[in-house]
């Protein structure tokens, strides 16, 4: 941790040269801030006090000490983590040290979730204990299947899937903190490896219900014998076929490719969750449910989803100029375009277009394909999106290979989902194991209404329903057959 020191007035002697000197021109106090890794503890500048100013607001804290404001984290380091490294400028990607390219080509999604998860790649004998394990831990309760049974045919499956992990946390009463000691992931590492296989093996399980849900169709009971993305297609797919029936090996290898590139991505929106929600020390089937909410939305792990949404709209190569005229106008997202962190390339979406082309060959070419190259060839030409340093993410290319295996489209936020547990578990793990953790509470800066007194209704000003209150978001009629029902 780097160390922080204060003196009263700034002096020209050298500093250490791995520092950086904050003079604050309220007080003329100066703060010398040791760099480490690159970085700087943000709470130094609490050390940074000042009186408050003439008329200054005291919800400001001013003599509490400095805040450092960064909304959406675009600059702030929430982990320090020996998992994955992006170099967003070159395009690059490593898990531990190996380029993502060289783990798409040789390794598999759960020898790639073992090396996240436990830092080395797995001897023979470990990757078969491994795998074994995670293959015997694909059951789901009976129970937890009547309760899934439930969902509405029309379910959105990630709706499915957040609410069977929230649900696998009350199966599981010897693996809550809750019940069983605050102190429980801290001190038995067993049991938080086991529920790092049951997490991993139930979730292709609860994703394939998701899905059977959908097609009205009663739930497969998951195959040991199979690889982890054939059991997965086994259970979505079979229907009266006899038991030894397999799915295409080829698109079982594809997606397990997709899963590998998928599998772990440093501080996303929704492994940022997987941390700052564990860190209370609640059990990690919330956690799960609670990442995995995160990755829904369309900015985020959604994109697949909505990428195959808007080439339909666009619909032809014809229509492209006008919909990225739209964009440029900021009517319309370029879904699948843009990262926070990759300038320059995302180095997945490279190997996915092989994948594409893997897949196009077993169930034909994706018509859209045209409409998405188009698209492409467009706004990579275009002053717009390359001044912005916008280009095709993973989830430009993913969607359509989905399309093409046959996936329904809601189903694509459950294929990025279930890979990217692989990394969830690996920061949850690399979190209560490291000694330091302490509970994520950002600060905030306070701009609302200064202290102000309570004043009773009949003495409020009357103001009307709709209007900048707030309550215009209310259907007026349901106010109205509510005050009536009274
Ligand atoms: N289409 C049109 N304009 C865009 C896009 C886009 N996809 N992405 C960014 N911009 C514009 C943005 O409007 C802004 O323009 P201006 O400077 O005029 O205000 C500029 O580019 C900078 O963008 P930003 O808002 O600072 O970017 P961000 O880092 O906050 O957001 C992003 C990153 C991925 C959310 C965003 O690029 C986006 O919404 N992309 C579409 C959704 C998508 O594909 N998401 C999947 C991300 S990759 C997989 C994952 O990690 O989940």
């Given at each position: 941790m780097a160390i922080a020191t204060a003196s009263a007035v700034p002096t020209s002697v050298l500093k250490p040269k791995n520092s950086i000197t904050v003079i604050d021109n309220r007080t003329g106090k100066s703060i010398d801030i040791e760099i480490t890794n690159n970085s700087i503890p943000a709470t130094a500048f609490s050390q940074l006090k000042a009186p408050y100013a003439d008329g200054e607001r005291p919800e400001n804290d001013t003599p509490y000490g400095l805040r450092v404001l960064d909304p959406s984290f675009i600059n702030t380091a929430m982990i320090q983590s020996e998992i994955t490294y992006i170099d967003g400028n070159k395009g690059f990607l490593m898990h531990r040290g190996y380029p993502i390219e060289q783990l798409a080509e040789k390794s598999s999604y759960l020898e790639t979730a073992y090396l996240l998860i436990y830092g080395e790649l797995p001897s023979k004998s470990q990757l078969d204990l491994w795998s074994w394990e995670i293959m015997h831990h694909t059951f789901v309760a009976d129970d937890l299947q009547q309760m899934i049974r439930q969902m509405r045919y029309d379910s959105h499956p990630m709706s499915v899937f957040i609410s069977a992990f929230s649900a696998m946390s009350a199966f599981a009463p010897e693996a809550n903190p809750a019940l069983q000691g605050s102190d429980l992931y801290i001190t038995n590492k067993p049991l938080m490896n086991k529920q790092i296989v049951r997490i991993l093996g139930k979730a292709t399980t609860v994703a394939a219900m998701a899905y059977r849900i959908r097609i009205n169709r009663p739930f497969t009971p998951p195959r040991s014998d199979l690889s982890y993305t054939e059991n997965l297609l086994y259970m979505m797919d079979h229907m009266a076929e006899p038991n030894s029936y397999r799915p295409d090996p080829r698109l079982a290898k594809a997606l397990d490719i997709l899963f590998v590139l998928h599998a772990d991505h440093e501080m996303n929106c929704s492994t940022s969750t997987m941390v700052h929600v564990g860190s209370s020390l609640v059990d990690p089937y919330s956690c799960v449910a609670a990442a995995s909410a995160a990755l829904y939305g369309p900015l985020h792990g959604g994109a697949n989803e909505a990428v195959i949404r808007m080439l339909a709209k666009i619909g032809s190569v014809e229509n492209v100029p006008d919909f990225l005229e739209r964009v440029k106008q900021k009517k319309e997202l370029l879904f699948g375009f843009g990262h926070r962190v990759y300038r320059e390339t995302d180095p997945r979406s490279k190997v996915i277009r092989e994948v594409a082309e893997m897949v196009f060959e077993v169930c034909g070419r994706e018509p859209l394909i045209e409409v998405a190259i188009a698209l492409k060839d467009a706004a990579l030409k275009d002053e717009y999106f390359t001044s912005r340093k916008l280009f095709p993410n993973v989830d430009y290319w993913s969607g359509l290979i989905y399309k093409a295996m046959g996936f329904p489209l809601d189903f694509f936020p459950v294929l990025?989902?279930?890979?990217?547990?692989?990394?969830?578990?690996?920061?949850?793990?690399?979190?209560?194991?490291?000694?330091?953790?302490?509970?994520?509470?950002?600060?905030?800066?306070?701009?609302?209404?200064?202290?102000?007194?309570?004043?009773?209704?009949?003495?409020?000003?009357?103001?009307?329903?709709?209007?900048?209150?707030?309550?215009?978001?209310?259907?007026?009629?349901?106010?109205?057959?509510?005050?009536?029902?009274?």
């Open positions: 990025f989902v279930v890979p990217r547990l692989a990394g969830y578990l690996a920061h949850w793990k690399q979190q209560l194991d490291s000694g330091k953790n302490k509970i994520s509470r950002p600060r905030q800066v306070y701009v609302g209404k200064g202290r102000r007194d309570y004043i009773p209704v009949e003495a409020r000003e009357e103001r009307p329903i709709t209007g900048k209150n707030g309550l215009n978001a209310i259907p007026h009629y349901i106010s109205k057959r509510r005050l009536t029902k009274i």
